[in-house]
């Protein structure tokens, strides 16, 4: 694996056509909204579902390619953190119930680590799973192998102008329960939301340093860029509408500490809606690089 020896800062545009790119549960699962300026919002947690969706479904269970924080329904099993926690610990024959500690120290509580032994299943858990060294993660609960700060961080996605939220009436034609009357099963039996058109911006960050530590490799920056390209299309869901990878604009330091401002390289990008009617496709905003229209999805700048 080649080491991470650069900065990176990342801009991504995704855009969704009818449908609920990231629903609020505390409003009735309405798309997310600023409410002081009516802009679009997805969040980082949303996003990262889908790159280790990506993942999961293109490396399986390829060694070094798992993922810790897996989702039921694309699995298809029921993942508890403290389990795969507890599971890396004896996969590297770690007892925590002994007397004493990898370094013959009394053990303070039988079934937490200490010492070496959180130092030694933290660095192996980031081997064995691709969203750990990525992300990082909270591995302090349950036998304890301590905390993670990953090497990629990602901001919540914002709409470039105001969204509307659309809200749809759903009928049900057929009944479920016998034990029931059909008339009080079927009509009006519920809503969905959706918005018409949005084009969201994001902001993204990989540190070498921070990579260094988790052991996240140039290949796997490699797969990260690929599952940010693709990751709509393995994802399709008649809730969340269409919704695709517009452009991914990579700025690439020439040095672990970089050699620009992050913001300074994101105001190289801008966007500017072309038409004089609410925005209804792609077709209507220009992405531009130093004042260039972008016209391939990925863009690589070297500082």
Not at 127 to 147: H, I
Not at 243 to 264: I, Q, Y
Not at 268 to 296: C, K, M, Q
């Amino acid at each position: 694996m080649e080491k991470l020896e650069k900065r990176y800062d990342f801009v991504l545009f995704f855009d969704v056509k009818d449908g609920n790119p990231n629903g609020d549960p505390d409003a009735g699962n309405l798309p997310r909204i600023d409410a002081e300026t009516g802009h679009g919002i997805v969040t980082d947690v949303c996003l990262k579902r889908k790159i280790r969706n990506y993942v999961q479904m293109t490396k399986g269970q390829e060694a070094g390619y798992d993922i810790f924080v897996k989702s039921k329904e694309l699995s298809g099993i029921e993942t508890f953190l403290n389990y795969e926690i507890k599971k890396g610990f004896a996969e590297l024959n770690i007892d925590l119930f002994a007397s004493t500690d990898l370094e013959g120290k009394k053990r303070e509580k039988p079934g937490k680590a200490q010492g070496k032994e959180v130092d030694k299943t933290r660095k192996y858990l980031c081997e064995k799973f691709y969203d750990v060294r990525t992300f990082g993660a909270v591995m302090s609960t349950g036998p304890n192998a301590g905390q993670v700060r990953g090497p990629v961080q990602i901001t919540f996605a914002r709409s470039i102008d105001p969204i509307v939220q659309l809200e749809y009436t759903l009928t049900v034609s057929a009944a479920r329960d016998d034990e029931k009357s059909y008339e009080s099963q079927v009509g009006i039996q519920g809503r969905k939301y959706t918005v018409p058109y949005g084009l969201y911006k994001v902001h993204g960050f990989v540190s070498p340093h921070f990579a260094s530590s988790t052991g996240f490799s140039k290949e796997d920056l490699d797969l990260l860029w690929e599952a940010l390209v693709q990751m709509f299309e393995v994802d399709r869901s008649a809730a969340r509408g269409l919704m695709t990878t517009r452009r991914l604009v990579v700025f690439e330091h020439n040095s672990a500490l970089g050699s620009k401002p992050a913001d300074e390289l994101f105001n190289r990008v801008e966007v500017r809606h072309t038409g004089n009617t609410p925005a209804r496709d792609f077709s209507d905003y220009t992405i531009t690089l130093d004042g260039v229209p972008l016209t391939e999805i990925k863009t690589v700048v070297k500082l």
